[in-house]
């Protein structure tokens, strides 16, 4: 059994060490932190860092955190009808992309980090994006894209060297922007590969969200796999520091099924038993406000 050592985290916006309020103790012991915990294929459910919040801009953050690459993401829908959510959420994201053109989107190329197998990609040319390009760590999410789709899609992580400077209209991150350790390193990436006046879409947890203060630490935000839990503030500041022209931030409607929402919110046993018997009503779809928030910036302009 591998003990995992933990690493101090920074604050992204400030860059500081330290100098930051605990908000949450870790739900995990140090010695816990084996690799025989996180070998499993289904780790327990809403385990977390300690989390803290930053004196000074309020970010809040996990720290410690493991140093390893171990949390990859999980399958844990696969006991979900994946179909449904991903059109549900195709829908989703579709709407914000729509949303662009009041940003003067222009409809050329489009990437889209962390694009799993290319649902949203396919939406992308559906509403008329001449180019797609996806970039997506998981192997079998890649393996899991249309044929037409799979050959756009570089299965990796985003490095600096993967796309040519200027290479995009739009850039996009789903549910993506807290996972990632270095945010900072990230933006001024996409700023590169951003053409003039380019726009990147950003939609992740907003940790400031009604749903998110009144379930506190069972908030499904509060996860091992976030390093960093933002709020529309936080949002604007890292992408304004990055070097972006922050162009607005607000909260998402999601659409989900009803069978997902109560998954989401994990409701004692007794209530997923009611709900696990509703039978047709678990594939009815709602559109929801549930604790995400988008951010659209621009590459340069004024
Ligand atoms: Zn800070």
Same mark, same amino acid.
């Given at each position: 059994m591998?003990?995992i050592?933990? #690493?101090?985290?920074?604050?992204?916006? =400030?860059d500081?060490e $330290?100098?930051?309020r605990?908000?949450y103790?870790?739900?995990l012991?140090?010695?816990?932190f084996?690799?025989?915990v996180?070998?499993?294929r289904?780790?327990?459910?809403?385990?977390?860092?300690?989390i803290?919040r =930053?004196n000074?801009?309020?970010?809040?953050? %996990?720290d410690?955190?493991?140093? /390893?690459?171990l949390?990859?993401?999980?399958?844990?829908e696969?006991?979900f009808?994946?179909? !449904?959510e991903?059109s549900?959420?195709?829908?989703?994201? $579709?709407?914000?992309?729509a949303g662009l %053109?009041?940003f003067?989107?222009?409809?050329?190329s489009?990437?889209e980090?962390? /694009?799993?197998?290319?649902f949203f990609l396919?939406?992308?040319?559906r !509403?008329?994006? #001449?180019?797609?390009?996806? &970039?997506?760590?998981s192997?079998?999410?890649?393996?899991?894209?249309?044929?037409?789709i799979?050959?756009?899609i570089?299965? $990796?992580?985003?490095?600096?060297?993967?796309?040519e400077?200027?290479?995009f209209? &739009? &850039? /996009?991150?789903? !549910? &993506?922007?807290d996972h990632?350790?270095?945010?900072?390193?990230?933006?001024?990436e996409?700023?590169r590969?951003?053409r003039?006046d380019?726009?990147?879409?950003?939609v992740n947890h907003?940790?400031r969200?009604?749903?998110?203060?009144?379930?506190?630490?069972r908030?499904?935000?509060i996860?091992?796999?976030h390093?960093?839990?933002?709020?529309?503030?936080?949002?604007?500041r890292?992408?304004?520091? %990055?070097?972006?022209?922050?162009r607005a931030?607000?909260?998402?409607w999601?659409?989900?099924?009803?069978?997902?929402l109560l998954?989401?919110?994990h409701?004692?046993?007794p209530?997923q038993?009611v709900a696990?018997?509703?039978?047709?009503?678990?594939r009815?779809?709602l559109?929801?406000?549930?604790g995400n928030?988008y951010?659209?910036a621009q590459?340069?302009?004024?």
């Open positions: 591998t003990r050592e933990l #690493r101090r985290t920074r604050c992204a916006i =400030c500081t $330290g100098n930051a605990e908000i103790p870790a739900t012991s140090e010695n816990d084996t690799s025989s996180f070998s499993a289904r780790r327990p459910d809403r385990i977390h860092y300690r803290v =930053c000074d801009c309020g970010l809040i953050r %996990s410690p955190v493991a140093d /390893c690459d949390l990859n993401r999980l399958d844990t696969s006991h009808d994946y179909e !449904q991903t549900n959420l195709a829908h989703t994201y $579709g709407r914000a992309l %053109s009041r003067g989107m222009r409809h050329g489009l990437l980090i962390g /694009c799993g197998n290319g396919r939406e992308a040319l !509403q008329g994006m #001449r180019e797609v390009a996806g &970039v997506e760590p192997r079998e999410a890649v393996a899991a894209a249309r044929s037409d799979r050959p756009r570089h299965c $990796g992580v985003m490095k600096p060297e993967l796309f400077p200027d290479a209209d &739009v &850039v /996009c991150l789903f !549910q &993506v922007f990632v350790p270095d945010p900072r390193g990230l933006l001024r996409c700023l590969v951003l003039p380019g726009l990147l879409l950003a907003n940790v969200a009604v749903s998110s203060r009144l379930l506190r630490e908030s499904p935000i996860d091992i796999e390093t960093y839990f933002y709020d529309p503030w936080t949002m604007r890292i992408a304004a520091d %990055s070097g972006f022209r922050v931030t607000g909260s998402i999601n659409t989900y099924s009803l069978e997902y998954k989401l919110l409701l004692p046993g209530l038993a696990a018997s509703g039978g047709p009503l678990r009815l779809n559109t929801v406000p549930l928030l951010l659209v590459k340069g302009g004024s």
